[in-house]
């Protein structure tokens, strides 16, 4: 069964001779939660958007070997920034997590990964935090973020 949000997000309007919208992606997921649960749950939220550009995925490095993640990165050619909790629990997002905060001692991972990742704002997630139970039962939760440039820095 999948936990969804009420309302799906819009498409992104892409100013003339801009292209696709560059996003960042963050995620987490339970131990061993399958590529198929995570493939589901981003034609779902991706689509939605009018195909945007994936710059990269982001996660916290307790998931640095997380095989359906290392999968979907090589899947789509999508490079994975990983980041420690310690900068992740930095992050303002508007929906933290008890869960999180009792397992991994920090408010978020997809959501602080994905605003870390894409040098943005909390007013830049254009998915707020979206969880999804895979056939298997391990959740996974993915949040995008518009890309922001850091200083000095475009999307790959």
């Known amino acids: 069964m999948a936990v969804v949000p009420a309302v799906l997000p819009e498409p992104l309007a892409a100013g003339p001779g801009q292209g696709p919208t560059p996003v960042v992606i963050g995620l987490g997921c339970d131990r061993g939660a399958s590529l198929a649960t995570f493939e589901a749950a981003l034609a779902r939220v991706i689509e939605p958007l009018g195909s945007p550009r994936v710059c990269r995925l982001a996660t916290i490095d307790r998931k640095s070997d997380e095989p359906a993640i290392l ?49 943005a704002r909390m007013q830049d997630l254009l998915v707020e935090k979206w969880r999804q139970r895979g056939a298997d039962g391990r959740h996974i939760t993915l949040a995008v973020a518009r890309w922001r440039a850091a200083p000095g820095g475009y999307p790959p």
């Open 71 to 119: 999968a979907l990165a090589a899947a789509h050619g999508w490079p994975l920034v990983i980041y420690p909790a310690m900068l992740l629990a930095r992050v303002q997002v508007p929906n933290p997590s008890p869960q999180v905060m009792r397992h991994l001692g920090i408010p978020a991972v997809a959501e602080a990964a994905a605003l870390l990742a894409a040098g």
